[in-house]
Antibody, heavy 121, light 110 residues
Framework: EVQLVQSGAEVKKPGESLKISCKGS????????IGWVRQMPGKGLEWMGI????????RYSPSFQGQVTISADKSVNTAYLQWRSLKASDTAMYYC??????????????WGQGTMVTVSS | QSALTQPPSASGSPGQSVTISCTGT?????????VSWYQQHPGKAPKVMIY???KRPSGVPDRFSGSKSGNTASLTVSGLQAEDEADYYC??????????FGTGTKVTVL
């Protein structure tokens, strides 16, 4: 079964760092793009960025450039999203999702279950 | 890039049709035929319903259809059913390996 399994919910304080993960299985991890999508409470989907684990080619939405870092470790079929210094406004559900083909324009056909990140003092 | 514009809400009675618009620009929707539509039920991850403007993934009912004219894409749900009540988001490739989502539309089945 093709699936993406994300790490569990996190509760952090402002200023702390965080790295969440998204592990792929059931397919060739290095052949599909993995994107990250933010959904703030009660709000819509926002595309944050995307990575191709095969060569670590990474693109960021202008809105998230410099705010987060997307990476991947193909030896463990896992993509990551990390923050150096969290803010309360980073409180959101974060989804990873896989494109249906090797091109970035393909739709996201497989989604992780989401990781809820809560940032509060 | 700015989010694609969708109406906040749409509704219809069971059996009726509802159409949701998704307005972008000549840099995204208007120039690429890579528009997708996602359905999201409360507390669940999104699910792709339409890709490349009008193609349906395997398993998606043919009640769902997509189209595009100029800078605006549309999703039509025909023969509305209770289970179609959800949030719907469009997305488009925007060039230079960028993607953009729509603002989202809540569909209510009356």
């Amino acid at each position: 079964e093709v699936q993406l399994v994300q790490s569990g919910a996190e509760v952090k304080k402002p200023g702390e760092s965080l790295k969440i993960s998204c592990k792929g299985s059931g397919y060739i991890f290095t052949s599909y793009w993995i994107g990250w999508v933010r959904q703030m409470p009660g709000k819509g989907l926002e595309w944050m960025g995307i990575i191709y684990p095969g060569d670590s080619d990474t693109r960021y939405s202008p809105s998230f450039q410099g705010q987060v870092t997307i990476s991947a470790d193909k030896s463990v079929n896992t993509a990551y999203l990390q923050w150096r210094s969290l803010k309360a406004s980073d409180t959101a559900m974060y989804y990873c999702a896989r494109t249906s083909g090797s091109g970035i324009h393909h739709p996201f056909d497989i989604w992780g279950q989401g990781t809820m990140v809560t940032v509060s003092s | 890039q700015s989010a694609l514009t969708q109406p906040p809400s749409a509704s219809g009675s069971p059996g009726q049709s509802v159409t949701i618009s998704c307005t972008g620009t000549s840099s995204d929707v208007g120039v690429y035929n890579y528009v997708s539509w996602y359905q999201q039920h409360p507390g669940k991850a999104p699910k792709v319903m339409i890709y490349e403007v009008s193609k349906r993934p395997s398993g998606v009912p043919d009640r769902f259809s997509g189209s595009k004219s100029g800078n605006t894409a549309s999703l039509t749900v025909s023969g509305l059913q209770a289970e179609d009540e959800a949030d719907y988001y469009c997305s488009s490739y925007a060039g230079s390996k960028n993607l953009v989502f729509g603002t989202g539309t809540k569909v209510t089945v009356l």
